[in-house]
């Protein structure tokens, strides 16, 4: 169908008549010529689309009104598709990953502000078991939020939160008096590692070291979630990021900061590197959270 014709038929059907068409059209016309449009698609479709009820009235047929019906939306929304297109406003999906505490804790108001400033975004959220920087080379993800330890030449980051280190250990027995965490005796309790995020992992026993503490590996987990579940039911002992100042909450856990040396990291919204900022991802870091 051609769209000339199609903008004819809609004014026709909005405003029910040839001549009242002719004078409503964004640009100069004759009613002959608004006829024209609508005769040659109804010839092209080998149907009659309008009915005349009145001198100058016509309605729409039933093969009218189904037509009408699914253009006239399309046709409605081009002001206002120009007007996002030249003002560079592009709604769509977002595609975005992120570790599975700071989905719970650091993304729920960041994406309720972007809802309300941005209707017009949906975002598609993914777990991110570990910080897989492929996600964004292949255009699987637009977004990742994590930690990386280096940041390489073909992404750019934007630092969100910092996150500190806790060890956390099960509330009863001799490794924990009092609210209090005893290192000494961790060496003889079951440690809960990461598995796969080598990178987290070698950070955990990395810490510990430096507290004297080669922890006997037991047991594996993804999420700092499923860790802290672990340490809860009596499995062993861990050390994972919090967001919180007070650091991670659950019970049957007592948590104490790693204090030294203090494990402070930087949390970033990742994207892959590219002449122009893509614009979907422009307006979530419009609303993203501050350090």
């Given amino acids: ?9 809609y004014w026709v059907a909005r405003q029910q008549g040839y001549a009242r068409a002719a004078r409503a059209f964004p640009y100069p016309i004759t009613q002959p010529g608004v006829h024209q449009q609508v005769r040659r ?6 149907v009659k689309l309008f009915e005349r009820v009145g ?22 929304q081009l002001a206002q598709l120009e ?6 406003q592009v ?7 992120a570790a599975g505490h700071l989905l719970r804790h650091l993304v729920p108001e960041w994406l309720r502000k972007l809802q309300t400033k941005r209707p017009d975004i949906t975002v598609a959220l993914s777990e991110l078991p570990h910080a897989d920087l492929s996600l964004l080379r292949r255009g699987d993800a637009d977004l990742l939020i994590d930690w ?11 630092e969100l939160a910092r996150t500190e280190a ?12 009092k609210g209090k965490v005893s290192l000494a005796t961790l060496a003889q309790v079951p440690f809960i590692g990461y598995h796969a995020d080598r990178q987290l992992k070698a950070l955990q026993l990395e810490a510990l070291k430096a507290h004297g503490v080669s922890p006997r590996e037991a047991f594996a987990a993804d999420s700092s979630d499923t860790i802290l579940g672990f340490v809860a039911a009596g499995l062993g002992f861990s050390l994972v ?5 007070a650091g991670p909450r659950m019970p049957g856990v007592v948590a104490q900061k790693l204090e030294r040396p203090l494990a402070r990291f930087p949390i970033y919204a990742i994207w892959r590197r590219r002449s122009h900022l893509h614009p979907l991802i422009a307006a979530a870091l419009e609303c993203a959270p501050n350090p």
């Fill in 1 to 9: 169908m051609n769209l000339q014709r199609l903008e004819g038929f």
């Fill in 41 to 46: 698609l109804e010839d092209e479709l080998g």
């Fill in 55 to 76: 001198k100058d009235r016509v309605v729409l047929t039933p093969q009218g009104q189904l037509l009408y019906d699914g253009f006239a939306p399309f046709y409605e």
């Fill in 83 to 88: 007007a996002r297109v030249k003002g560079g």
């Fill in 91 to 97: 709604g769509g999906t977002l595609k975005l990953f």
């Fill in 148 to 158: 990386i330890p280096e940041v390489p030449p073909d992404v750019e980051v934007r």
């Fill in 166 to 177: 806790w060890i956390v250990a099960p509330a009863h027995g001799p490794h924990a008096q």
């Fill in 241 to 245: 990021p919090s967001l919180s100042p």
